[in-house]
């Protein structure tokens, strides 16, 4: 059980262009949502937590005119990387949580952002 | 110096060999976490605990709440258990999870 799809698990586009990635939850209603960024190998950095029906919080330092996310039902949430350049290339990482007490975290397989 | 301090940084083992992977942390928790990534960069959450031991296969995770530490054990490790293990912890006044830096595991047959 609590299995989290992530989609696209890769990506290569020119610079410029906006990219939607995907966040669900297969087997569960997640109502909270965490968008993740790793660098090479570097720990995962938390971008920001959203949970269902209300606007994300952003971590300090990560625009949030820059990463739009939407977490609109209880299965999904996406992220949206606008006018991506070079510097968003980078590996991005989404995980699900349900209500209720401490719940372990639900990890997506991850996306590899390439920009050209 | 980091909340979440995990060690070795690097390990190699021969297939067969137990492992211990160490991790200290000095702030208050909720509980904490034992996470594997694969290569390809996948995530996958081995244990959550707040206090004693766990199992799961050939895997073993102990926490020490007095000491603020927790380990987790492989035993009669195989390849595929090569991976990078990650320890984190929920704090108590939020829900963020604090990692460690991770723990590169190499298994060689």
């Known amino acids: 059980g609590a299995v989290v799809s992530q989609h696209p698990s890769w990506v290569i586009c020119k610079s410029g262009t906006s990219v939607k990635i995907e966040c669900r939850s297969l087997d569960f209603q997640a109502t909270t949502m965490f968008w993740y960024r790793q660098f090479p190998k570097q720990s995962l950095m938390l971008m920001a937590t959203s949970n269902e029906g209300s606007k994300a919080t952003y971590e300090q330092g990560v625009e949030k005119d820059k990463f739009l996310i939407n977490h609109a039902s209880l299965t999904l949430s996406t992220l949206t990387v606008t006018s991506a350049h070079p510097e968003d290339s980078s590996f991005y990482i989404c995980?699900?949580?349900?209500?209720?007490?401490?719940?372990?975290?639900?990890f997506g397989d991850g996306t590899r952002l390439s920009i050209l | 110096k980091n909340e979440v301090e995990q060690s070795p940084q690097n390990l190699t083992a021969q297939e067969g060999e137990f492992i211990t992977i160490n991790c200290s942390y000095s702030v208050g928790i909720s509980a904490l976490h034992w996470l594997q990534q694969h290569p390809g960069g996948g995530i996958v959450s081995l244990f959550m605990?707040?206090?004693g031991k766990k199992k799961h296969g050939r895997l073993i995770a102990t926490i020490n709440i007095q000491e603020k530490h927790s380990s987790l054990h492989i035993t009669a490790s195989h390849p595929r258990d090569s991976a990078v293990y990650i320890c984190a912890v929920s704090s108590y006044n939020t829900d963020k999870l604090i990692f460690g830096t991770g723990t590169r595991l190499q298994v060689f047959p």
């Open positions: 995980s699900a949580r349900w209500a209720g007490g401490n719940q372990p975290q639900h």
């Open positions: 605990l707040s206090s």
